[in-house]
């Protein structure tokens, strides 16, 4: 894969694959359009990559409906790609390729910009990677229990969100969803497997099992649907719920052709990029430089607060955090090597990771007037994990 | 087909990840038997799956005081009619919600973990089960106050939704938080319940009683249902009509047939202690009436509470007594032992305090021709109290 140059190709270009291999770059003209746009808005051409990333996010904040997420979700191929390679690689059982891996958490970008929190002085494109990282592994392991699921089973393993989200992609309008989620949650109640182990396999419920819950159906409708709708009867019901297995499996596998249109270049309409005043966006050109400096300030002071952090753990954490992250051996190695059990190994490795946590926390609110809440130390952690992989890479220890 | 939970564990590092342990789970599975439906048996079995598999490791781990809310022998009375395990620690309290749902995009807390006082926690868990690869995962954790701030509420479920970015992917931050921002508010007031009598619960049992209601938690208003559960007398007496079993609380009929299998696993026993009690009036009891006893802890100490009835039964006059488990320790000044109605109510003579320090602290009762319920209490409240009545 070629690395991408210049400010116009990592904001809108975008992988191509041809099966599973990447066969280059595709530019959006519309998001070229826009940069070459907004470029020439500027007092001079601005080649800062932190530049536009704070640029692009900012807006992305203020709007929404704009193309700042293509612009992101460009810049952030390769990070997709990375995750999906190492994914794929160590997790995939064969049945995805590198495509269809890439393809299927690329979608998840909205999450990392949600997800993401600038003021802690991580970037972007660390938060993304334990992102797609997790999504990926998130969907994959779902996967695989799907496939060896039978219907019936699955039907009782999805969330209700999951299920109504599945039957919206399906194309019910929404008081068909209602009442499949309501034959669905009647199911729930009269069906679930008779022993404790070996349920994958669990079989279509019995006549019988079927007439009651058409009965529950038939009784609960009144109160819990909008419009109760028709009488339902045991065919009816188990139509429903084969329906619902099909859309839950078929929004687990979603259609990769319909995905590779990211941005999507819509009838050429370029009419809404509004030309700003000039003055605002000098405001903000100064704004996002006096930001991006003090973000490269911040990103390696938090580097040298975990360094010396984790210099204070004493040798024996130091030594399996080094284990654990660099040499990427299982807790279950590590215990045989440091001659203890492996709960004890899995047990340390969460106290120093604590440890660093607490002490990279009580930094950022000291340095960084930031105050602490459980959401932003769920965030540190979650960035606090990717720096870790980072910092024991192979190739970033000498 | 054994997963290796360490190979999961990698896969999402800030969720916790915990092995059920090998050898339990037939045997959990085999005690969670007793409910009105497959999906009831499955749910209490999931519930059971994640406490076995969750309490030892917190206890371990964070709170060596941890212990199950309100107690073990009252959680088929709560599987019975909703989802959720409370665990009681340091003065708080969090509830296990486990569902086998692969994709974690949401919790769901059903509305009696959030909104009956008593209940109510600090915490709510997301617990992934998987049966089939024998392990547990924690993926999430949310405040009463985030739930309730962030979260929706689904009126047909009665349940309050949290989608998965508004949860805390890692419980270390539990005890993180509460010492890196102890300001942060996690708990909301809940609001007050409907008061019920005993006429009202009664008719309220008899009809969600019925096992082929499936969704009794569904038939009536919250508030009405709060106040039912809560009482943890009619809770069980709910469950038991869901099983079709008999009243089990039956005074009149422990001391004919012996203490209800149900009863016994509350902690109650029969045994007969009459001579040593009765021995001054000489008259050797023609029919030897049992006493019953229940071993109770009040801060720390260990106490027996006794029942028994004071001359024939048929004088339908009852001796609740509470002494120390050791014989020669006294009762510290202050500890209180009374009764309350079924709907807990107060009513005279119904107490007794120890004023200096005693061997023993004792109410009698007379009853009239019908049989009551009767609730005991003691101040402080002893460890695990639930209300459970006896019918007299």
């Known amino acids: 894969m070629r690395s991408r140059q210049g400010i116009t190709e990592l904001f809108a270009t975008f992988l191509q694959f041809d099966a599973d291999r990447v066969i280059g770059w595709a530019t959006d003209a519309r998001l070229r359009r826009n940069i070459t746009n907004r470029q020439q808005k500027l007092s001079e051409p601005e080649n800062s990559e932190d530049f536009w990333v704070s640029y692009w996010y900012k807006e992305w904040q203020s709007q929404k409906q704009n193309l700042a997420s293509g612009h992101l979700s460009a810049y952030l191929q390769e990070v997709c790609y990375w995750a999906a390679n190492k994914t794929a690689t160590h997790f995939s059982s064969g049945q995805f390729t590198l495509s269809d891996c890439f393809q299927a958490i690329v979608t998840k970008t909205d999450k990392v910009l949600q997800g993401f929190k600038p003021d802690m002085g991580f970037n972007i494109k660390n938060y993304a990677s334990a992102i797609f990282s997790s999504e990926l592994k998130e969907l994959l392991r779902q996967q695989k229990e799907v496939d060896i699921s039978t219907d019936w089973r699955l039907l009782r393993k999805v969330t209700q969100k999951r299920l109504v989200e599945s039957l919206e992609n399906a194309g019910l309008n929404p008081q068909n969803v209602q009442s499949y989620v309501l034959a669905w949650k009647s199911y729930q109640a009269l069906y679930a497997p008779r022993k404790e182990k070996g349920t994958r396999k669990l079989s279509r419920p019995d006549d019988a099992v079927w007439e009651s819950i058409a009965n529950l159906y038939n009784q609960e409708r009144q109160t819990q649907l909008a419009q109760p709708g028709p009488e339902s009867n045991a065919e009816t019901i188990e139509k429903c719920l084969i329906a619902s297995a099909k859309a839950i499996r078929a929004y687990l596998y979603p259609n990769m052709a319909s995905l590779n249109a990211t941005t999507g270049d819509n009838s050429g309409e370029f009419q809404d990029i509004l030309p700003q005043l000039r003055q605002d966006s000098l405001l903000s050109e100064i704004v996002v430089q006096e930001e991006i400096e003090e973000r490269k300030s911040q990103q390696s002071q938090i580097s040298d607060v975990l360094i010396a952090a984790i210099n204070e753990l004493d040798k024996e954490g130091q030594n399996i955090l080094k284990c654990y992250y660099q040499g990427n051996k299982k807790q279950s190695q590590i215990a045989k090597e440091l001659g203890v059990k492996q709960y004890t190994i899995s047990r340390r490795l969460t106290k120093c990771k604590d440890t660093l946590l607490i002490k990279l926390a009580t930094w950022t609110k000291e340095s960084m007037h930031i105050s602490l809440d459980s959401s932003v130390l769920d965030y540190m952690s979650t960035v606090l994990e990717e720096w870790l992989q980072n910092y024991y890479k192979p190739e970033n220890v000498n | ?392």
Request: aromatic fraction near 10%; proline fraction near 5%.
């Open chain 2, 1 to 392: 087909m054994t997963t290796d939970l360490e190979t999961l564990s990698i896969n999402n590092p800030t969720n916790l990840w915990l092995e059920i342990p090998e050898n339990q789970q037939t045997n959990i599975w085999e005690k969670s038997q007793a409910f009105s439906t497959d999906n009831r048996r499955w749910m209490a079995y999931l519930n059971n799956l994640s406490l076995k598999t969750f309490l030892p490791w917190f206890k371990e781990e964070y709170a060596q005081n941890a212990k199950v809310f309100p107690n073990s022998a009252t959680l088929p009375s709560i599987w019975e009619v909703t989802n959720g395990t409370g665990i009681s620690f340091n003065g708080k309290k969090l509830v296990l919600i486990p569902s086998e749902a692969l994709d974690i995009s949401e919790l769901r807390v059903p509305q009696e973990w959030v909104d009956i006082p008593n209940w109510s926690a600090d915490y709510y868990l997301a617990v992934q089960v998987n049966v089939e690869e024998s392990y547990i995962r924690i993926w999430g954790y949310t405040s009463q106050a985030n739930l309730k701030n962030k979260g929706t509420y689904d009126a047909n479920e009665k349940a309050y939704c949290l989608d998965k970015q508004h949860l805390i992917s890692n419980l270390s931050i539990l005890s993180i938080a509460a010492q890196l921002c102890p300001e942060e508010i996690t708990k909301t007031e809940t609001a007050t319940l409907a008061e019920l009598s005993t006429t009202q619960a009664d008719n309220l049992i008899t009809r969600l009683g019925n096992s082929q209601l499936i969704n009794p938690r569904q038939a009536i208003p919250f508030p009405m249902w709060g106040a039912l559960l809560e009482n943890g007398a009619w809770r069980q007496g709910l469950y038991e009509q869901r099983q079709g079993m008999s009243r089990q609380w039956s005074i009149r009929q422990w001391m004919q047939n012996g203490v209800s299998e149900a009863a016994r696993q509350f902690g109650w026993a029969a045994v007969d202690l009459r001579p040593s009690f009765e021995g001054s009036r000489g008259t050797a009891a023609p029919a030897q009436l049992p006493t019953l006893i229940r071993k109770i802890t009040i801060s720390g100490a260990e106490y027996e509470l006794l029942v028994k009835p004071k001359g024939e039964i048929q004088n339908r006059t009852w001796r609740f007594e509470l002494r120390p488990a050791t014989v020669g320790e006294m009762i510290p000044v202050g500890v209180k032992l009374m009764l309350l109605t079924e709907d807990l109510q107060p009513f005279d003579g119904n107490q007794a305090q120890a004023k200096k320090p005693v061997e023993r602290l004792y109410v009698d009762i007379a009853l009239g021709e019908d049989e009551e319920g009767l609730v005991w209490k003691t101040e402080p409240v002893s460890d695990d109290y639930d209300y459970e009545a006896l019918y007299l």
